[in-house]
């Protein structure tokens, strides 16, 4: 537009107001005239949807569309969803949680059902391990083997010993090492577990709570701290039934994992198969 057409239109808003305005109002009409030929309108930003909760916003993102069209306009695209993330995403975190969880389900049955009287196992001088069984509760004393092993399980370390001329080792927290020339007379109660003979696999540790002190066995009867030709037991010290609430707490919680990130993956693979089966909409 021209400095001449400018001027023509303002001499128009003038004009068109009537002679009878005041030079106050004619230059209150010039200056709105001015401001909406200079400033575009705005447009009023688009209402949030009320049904993107936290979980939509992060497992599934809105589909491209034209913000300036509204909806009865000419190529207006209704807002469609798909999913963040592919199934396999979803796969890995199901398989990797399930793992995590096999080895607390697998003591669910001793903390939730094991036995709350304490069987014993007698003490120097008296034992008697034909009432032993297990994944019972247990006691026994003890001379403890100064040879010291080590065990970790999750984050916790555990100190591993046997006690001298029976087929018992102890799993314990670790302790001061006694001074040498010195007899530890143990004394203690906890969860009593019959050791496997030979190799187990990774899963079958999972699975078997007997079988993941395989390796510490073997250790200790190549030392020749554990007698050959007897069944052979480990005490783990202070592992009672119902003691400890986390232990079960932490495996319902994997498994409710395991559920969550389940169903999101059939959704993820239910929304993309729906989307390559749906033609793009132009």
Same mark, same amino acid.
Request: glycine share 8%; hydrophobic share 35%.
């Given at each position: 537009?021209?400095?001449? !057409?400018?001027?023509?239109?303002?001499?128009?808003?003038?004009?068109?107001?009537?002679?009878?305005?005041?030079?106050?109002?004619?230059?209150?009409?010039?200056?709105?005239?001015?401001?909406?030929?200079?400033?575009?309108?705005?447009?009023?930003?688009?209402?949030?949807?009320?049904?993107?909760?936290?979980?939509?916003?992060?497992?599934?993102?809105?589909?491209?569309?034209?913000?300036?069209?509204?909806?009865?306009?000419?190529?207006?695209?209704?807002?469609?969803?798909?999913?963040?993330?592919?199934?396999?995403?979803?796969?890995?975190?199901?398989?990797?949680?399930?793992?995590?969880?096999?080895?607390?389900?697998?003591?669910?049955?001793?903390?939730?059902?094991?036995?709350?009287?304490?069987?014993?196992?007698?003490?120097?001088?008296?034992?008697?391990?034909?009432?032993?069984?297990?994944?019972?509760?247990?006691?026994?004393?003890?001379?403890?083997?100064?040879?010291?092993?080590?065990?970790?399980?999750?984050?916790?370390?555990?100190?591993?010993?046997?006690?001298?001329?029976?087929?018992?080792?102890?799993?314990?927290?670790?302790?001061?090492?006694?001074?040498?020339?010195?007899?530890?007379?143990?004394?203690?109660?906890?969860?009593?577990?019959?050791?496997?003979?030979?190799?187990?696999?990774?899963?079958?540790?999972?699975?078997?709570?007997?079988?993941?002190?395989?390796?510490?066995?073997?250790?200790?009867?190549?030392?020749?701290?554990?007698?050959?030709?007897?069944?052979?037991?480990?005490?783990?010290? !202070?592992?009672?039934?119902?003691?400890?609430?986390?232990?079960?707490?932490?495996?319902?919680?994997?498994?409710?994992?395991?559920?969550?990130?389940?169903?999101?993956?059939?959704?993820?693979?239910?929304?993309?198969?729906?989307?390559?089966?749906?033609?793009?909409?132009?």
């Amino acid at each position: 537009m021209t400095e001449q !057409d400018t001027n023509a239109s303002k001499d128009k808003v003038v004009s068109s107001e009537g002679g009878a305005k005041t030079d106050r109002e004619r230059e209150a009409a010039l200056a709105a005239w001015e401001r909406g030929a200079t400033h575009a309108p705005s447009r009023e930003p688009e209402p949030q949807n009320p049904g993107d909760s936290l979980i939509a916003r992060l497992f599934h993102k809105e589909s491209w569309r034209d913000p300036t069209l509204q909806a009865g306009d000419d190529g207006y695209v209704a807002p469609r969803k798909r999913a963040a993330y592919p199934p396999s995403f979803f796969a890995v975190l199901v398989f990797g949680l399930a793992i995590l969880a096999l080895e607390p389900t697998a003591d669910l049955g001793y903390e939730l059902l094991g036995p709350s009287a304490a069987y014993d196992l007698g003490h120097p001088g008296e034992y008697h391990f034909e009432g032993a069984q297990d994944g019972s509760l247990a006691t026994i004393a003890g001379f403890a083997s100064s040879r010291r092993g080590t065990y970790s399980q999750y984050s916790s370390q555990y100190e591993v010993f046997a006690l001298v001329g029976l087929p018992v080792l102890v799993r314990r927290a670790p302790t001061p090492t006694p001074p040498k020339d010195s007899a530890e007379l143990y004394q203690g109660r906890g969860r009593l577990i019959r050791l496997e003979r030979g190799s187990a696999s990774y899963f079958e540790r999972l699975l078997r709570p007997s079988a993941r002190y395989s390796t510490v066995r073997a250790q200790f009867e190549s030392f020749g701290e554990l007698p050959l030709g007897k069944p052979q037991w480990i005490l783990l010290e !202070d592992d009672v039934p119902r003691q400890n609430k986390s232990v079960v707490l932490w495996p319902l919680v994997l498994w409710a994992g395991v559920i969550f990130f389940a169903y999101h993956g059939w959704r993820s693979y239910r929304l993309r198969t729906v989307a390559a089966r749906t033609p793009a909409r132009r």
